[in-house]
Every structure is written in structure tokens, then in C-alpha cells.
Nanobody
Framework: QVQLVESGGGSVQAGGSLKLSCAASRSTYTGGYCMGWFRQGPGKEREGVAFIYTADDYKTYVDSVKGRFTISQDKTANTLYLQMNSLKPEDTAMYYC?????????????????WGQGTQVTVSS
């Protein structure tokens, strides 16, 4: 079992930055996990934004955030981060982190076993 707790959401103006954190209750490095940040806006499906395979730090991003968002991990602190720069109103959503054991990364949301409770990001124009 892995418990995940997100923090760092808030309200910013377009062009601003936020850094989300996801604290895990145990190491997600040992054995290799696929860690992901997802978001879900009102009336929209949950969308994978950024992923990292913890064993080798391999990262992938959805096209809409490439060059603006950076996913990273602090192995000693069991914490996943999402640095979000140049935020746009369309980035407004509830952001969730998720974890899954294994090398399949990225993977669809249904294939992640562990989820946090989410943190709200609101970007105003």
C-alpha cells in the first residue's frame, strides 16, 4: 500500500507558476514505480499530464504541457513534484498524483493502483 498526499495547488494569474508536491508514505523508488500527475477539469475526462519511471528517471509529458511543466522526484524524501510554469487558464483543474508498480509507463489512469486526494489549480486570465 502507498498513500499519496498532494499539496501546492492554488490560484494564479495566467503566466504564473506553481509547484505541486506529492508525498508518498513509502519509497516509490525501490523496485521501480510509474508515477504520474493527472488532471481533471469540470466536465472533462481525467488526463495524464506527466509521468516518471522512478527507477531510471525516464519522463514523458502530454503535448499541451511540454516545455512548461517539469516532473521530478526526490528519492530521499519520497516526494514527487510538478513544476508548472507559464500557466494558462486551460490548465485549471484538480490535479492528482498516482502510483503504480512496474515498468509500464506511462499508462492509462485505470491502471494506477494508488491515488492522492487531489489539489486544485485555478488559473485566471
Amino acid at each position: 500500500q502507498v498513500q499519496l498526499v498532494e499539496s501546492g495547488g492554488g490560484s494564479v494569474q495566467a503566466g504564473g507558476s506553481l509547484k505541486l508536491s506529492c508525498a508518498a508514505s513509502r519509497s516509490t523508488y525501490t523496485g521501480g514505480y510509474c508515477m504520474g500527475w493527472f488532471r481533471q477539469g469540470p466536465g472533462k475526462e481525467r488526463e495524464g499530464v506527466a509521468f516518471i519511471y522512478t527507477a531510471d528517471d525516464y519522463k514523458t509529458y502530454v503535448d499541451s504541457v511540454k516545455g512548461r511543466f517539469t516532473i521530478s522526484q526526490d528519492k530521499t524524501a519520497n516526494t514527487l513534484y510538478l513544476q508548472m510554469n507559464s500557466l494558462k487558464p486551460e490548465d485549471t483543474a484538480m490535479y492528482y498524483c498516482a502510483a503504480a508498480i512496474g515498468t509500464w509507463c506511462p499508462r492509462p489512469p485505470a491502471n494506477f493502483a494508488y491515488w492522492g486526494q487531489g489539489t486544485q489549480v485555478t488559473v485566471s486570465s
